[in-house]
């Protein structure tokens, strides 16, 4: 049996303070203790409170100054997109035909794919996100690269082939068919694997017949353990589309919901332009936002208005929507979120925003039950946060003693510089050179999902 014990300040929400006091929602012990036993949290709580009931032979790690929290979780990522982060210039439409699509392509190749996924992941982790809803690319291949580099750092993510039959490039087009071959003969190959988990990807609308929309749903009824992604109401263009699309379609969502696709394991990129009567069938059907604040900023797709998803009792959490969006950190997506809210007249609160990075990204992947928070039995996937990381954090943080004050900072002044250690199941992710090797992953599995 492994034991570890960690000493510092913890942080972790039990609770959406959307609902409720958002102080009330926090969990905070400023002397704190955490235990992980076999890659499960074992104990938390005040370092009083617990430190004179642990065996005599297990080392207390003592982190002074140090923040640990749980590992972030990002629900909207394409991993196929790095190489098209930063490009200048355009939005939506125009930038799927020009930057992305062409970066698509070159995942026909199990060899890039395979690079490409080694290098995101370890770019997640270094970030501190420990789970991700991740789209690939149309090619079967690369959901592959991605779950064998997935499975050899031990993660828990959840991704899927994209379904795409039109509106793409010929050569990156599936068919009703193939898209239906694939999909099952990848949920069949990876169920039950690590801690892996699949996700139905139509790409959005635009690119998936009526033919293929309704395959995926028929996909998804038969395996009720698999979520469903896919972009919605992003930006006008986009929606101009998908109405010249699907005529008889009341709105957006319609043209999922006439498909089976709006589900509570469903999650839906951005919703930037969502009326308040989608916003209250997403809610109702139990499906979750993935806000993207970054992306909708650099891709000019418009502010996201979370007051709206609050007041129609969504679920949300918070997408980076690289290679839309411009940057791996959760912490950079609180900051930018509230940044958005600044703009429309709205702070946001910064345990909410803690709250989006963390525990409601696992709500929104159905995956609450095992992460995204600190709580005994949750599978240990943690961080060891520095606020003091730069001269400037340090000289800004050193006063601070409020966690909301706290959070709102690295927010705003930090990023990737702050997370001192990234926490899997245990073991330590060690910073550009890969996993710890000596062990295998502890956590093991119940199950794809
Ligand atoms: N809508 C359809 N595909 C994409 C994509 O790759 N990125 C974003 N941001 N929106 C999309
Ligand atoms: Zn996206």
């Known amino acids: 049996m492994t034991v570890k014990a960690f000493r510092a300040t913890l942080l972790s929400m039990r609770a959406d303070p959307c ?3 958002a102080a009330e929602a926090l969990v905070h012990h400023p002397d704190g203790l955490l235990v992980v036993e076999n890659g499960y949290v074992a104990a938390v709580g005040a370092y009083a409170d617990l430190a004179s009931g642990l065996a005599k032979d297990v080392e207390i790690e003592a982190l002074p100054g140090r923040i640990i929290t749980p590992g972030f979780v990002d629900a909207h990522i394409h991993y196929p997109q790095v190489g098209v982060m930063a490009a200048w210039g355009s939005q939506l439409l125009d930038w799927l035909n020009h930057h ?10 199990r060899a890039h794919a395979d690079a490409a996924a080694a290098f995101f992941l370890d770019q997640l982790l270094h ?3 420990t789970t991700a809803l991740v789209f690939c690319t149309v090619h079967k291949t690369s959901v592959e690269a991605l779950f064998e580099a997935a499975l050899a750092r031990g993660m828990r993510l959840v991704a899927g082939k994209v379904l795409m039959d039109r509106g793409a490039p010929v050569d990156l087009l599936d068919t009703v068919e193939g898209g239906r071959t694939d999909t099952e003969a990848l949920i069949r190959a990876y169920r039950g694997r690590g801690r892996l988990g699949y996700a139905i990807t139509p790409r959005f609308a635009v690119t998936s017949s009526d033919a293929q929309l309704q395959m995926a749903g028929v996909v998804a009824a038969a395996h009720p353990e698999v979520m469903v992604h896919t972009h919605l109401s992003e930006n006008l263009q986009e929606i101009e589309t998908v109405r010249a699309l699907f005529p008889g379609d009341r709105d957006y969502l319609a043209v999922y919901q006439r498909h089976g696709l709006v589900g509570p394991r469903s999650v839906f990129a951005h919703c930037v332009h969502s009326s308040a009567d989608e916003l209250k069938r997403l809610a109702a059907a139990g499906a979750a936002i993935a806000y993207c604040p970054s992306s909708n900023l650099l891709l000019g797709s418009g502010l996201f208005d979370f007051d709206a998803a609050c007041r129609a009792a969504a679920a949300v959490a918070l997408g980076t929507d690289v290679g839309g969006g411009g940057s791996f950190s959760l912490l950079h997506m609180m900051g930018e979120a509230y940044k958005v809210g600044q703009l429309r007249g709205r702070v946001l609160d910064p345990l909410q925003a803690f709250y989006l990075a963390t525990l409601g990204g696992a709500k929104a992947l159905k995956l609450d039950d095992r992460i995204g928070s600190l709580e005994v039995g949750k599978e240990a996937d943690v961080l060891v946060l520095d606020p003091a990381a730069t001269p400037l954090l340090a000289r800004r943080t050193s006063a601070m003693t409020s966690p909301a004050e706290l959070l709102f900072a690295l927010s705003i002044l930090g990023d990737d510089r702050v997370v001192e250690r990234t926490y899997i199941a245990g073991r330590q992710f060690r910073h550009y050179d890969g ?13 794809l999902r």
């Open 19 to 21: 609902k409720g006091l």
């Open 100 to 109: 992305t699509f062409p970066a698509e392509r070159a995942f026909a190749d």
């Open 127 to 129: 970030h501190g996100t």
């Open 435 to 447: 996993l710890d090797k000596t062990k295998p992953p502890a956590v093991s599995d119940r199950g």
